[in-house]
């Protein structure tokens, strides 16, 4: 194998690692300890979306394991596509990409959440019953769309490490 399919390699394994991982980390522990706290939970999410930047990490690790995962399929595996081992690994690919596309969403969802929230703490009355009810509707969101991300990584990395041996 070439120097460079190597390093792909290393990138794609790596990145994947800390995506999946961080995935159920966010909806085993860290989200599940967010809603305990209540208003205190916002205060955690802030110090770790903010000053430990928790969402260009994860960004970081979905973008270098699709875009290194897409380089050695298109390497290693364009031509022989409709192979088992071609085509486990082409629809794990399009599985993952499906989660990258969720994750994007939680970005978005996990920004209104800290909008509304900073709107909430500034007014210095407590939130109206509209306020409330939008809080809920996004936690909720942000609920599903974790759960998802972490389900279909995994199913991506289990067809993946598959493929090789179909
Ligand atoms: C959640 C997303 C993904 C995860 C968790 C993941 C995980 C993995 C893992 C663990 C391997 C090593 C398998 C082994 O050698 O036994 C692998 C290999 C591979 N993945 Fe992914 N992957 C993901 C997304 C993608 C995407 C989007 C593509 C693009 C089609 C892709 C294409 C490949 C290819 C072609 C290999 C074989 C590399 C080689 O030639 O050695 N992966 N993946």
Do not use: C
Request: aromatic letters at 10%.
């Amino acid at each position: 194998m070439d120097i460079f399919s190597v390093i792909l390699r290393i990138l794609h394994i790596f990145g994947a690692v800390a995506w999946v991982g961080g995935a159920w980390m966010m909806f085993l522990f860290i989200e599940p300890t967010v809603h305990a706290l209540g208003p205190d939970g916002g205060k955690f999410m802030n110090y770790m979306a903010t000053a430990r930047r928790y969402p260009l990490y994860i960004s970081a690790a979905a973008v270098i394991t699709l875009l290194a995962g897409i380089l050695l399929f298109g390497m290693h595996w364009r031509a022989a596509w409709n192979s088992p081992g071609g085509l486990t690994f082409l629809i794990g690919g399009i599985i993952g990409i499906i989660a990258g596309a969720l994750g994007g969403m939680i970005g978005a969802t996990s920004g209104s959440m800290m909008k509304l929230g900073g709107k909430i703490a500034q007014q210095g009355k407590p939130p109206s019953a509209e306020q409330q009810t939008a809080m809920r509707a996004l936690q909720s969101r942000l609920h599903s769309l974790t759960l998802w991300t972490a389900l279909m990584t995994t199913v991506a990395l289990l067809l993946m490490v598959i493929a090789p041996h179909v």
